[in-house]
């Protein structure tokens, strides 16, 4: 919530409200140094992915114009301190007639988190929301970093990882933060793991809208069964080159082909 702004001499400020828990950034990396800090609860995860994704369906479904965040992340999601999620920093978000389809623009946003198919045609929908949107999901419930360097090869790459243990047959429950990899919670996280790869989907025809994430993440809906099947052959007939790939191509040339200027390099 906007509660005022300020404008002295070549700054400008906004106030909102106070979020004394500070970003949802803090809470999912392994290598968080503040050994006084609780790690969040399952619940507490599960509650904060239903408020962001309630947050993308107003966006997205909901204002009389549709509205394209562009930079979902860890670290634009405050925490309040009743732990209620609430998306922030609109700064590079694009506004849009229901009814009409965005135009072209400069690739915006923060890298690993940028959908393929953004870079590919410059033109940034809701669907390019709800990939990121699905990479979060995953940092979350796995309390980890989309690239984890010091992880085992396979495990590097956490998207990747998630679905090599789908496709295998394996235990997905293995790439869960083990504080919350319970028995109890099977359901749920299996649940959350496999939306998290539908929404980060390399093929945007393939991601779902955010009125049927809700479906799914309040149990009205359920996810198909063969979902599996579906990503599968979508991932053979797509590109290769995910935003993860892009990713390491520009860390290891140490330059980027975006425009300094419009992407972040995360907080």
Known sequence: RLLGYCRHKEHLYLVYDFMPNGSLDKYISRNNTNENQEGLTWEQRFKIIKDVASALLYLHQEWVQVIIHRDIKPANVLIDHEMNARLGDFGLAKLYDQGFDPQTSKVAGTLGYIAPDFIRTGRATTSTDVYAFGLVILEVVCGRRLIERRAAENEEVLVDWILELWEQGEDMLGAVEESIRQEQNRGQLELVLKLGVLCSHQAASVRPAMSA????????????????????????????????????????????????SLVSHGR
Request: charged share 20%; glycine share 8%; net charge negative.
């Open 213 to 260: 994430v809700m479906r799914i993440l309040n149990g009205v809906s359920q996810l198909p069964d063969n979902l599996l099947d579906v990503v599968r052959d979508e991932k053979l007939r797509g590109g290769t080159e995910t935003s993860m790939t892009l990713l390491f191509a520009v860390n290891s040339l140490g330059s980027t082909p975006f425009t300094d």
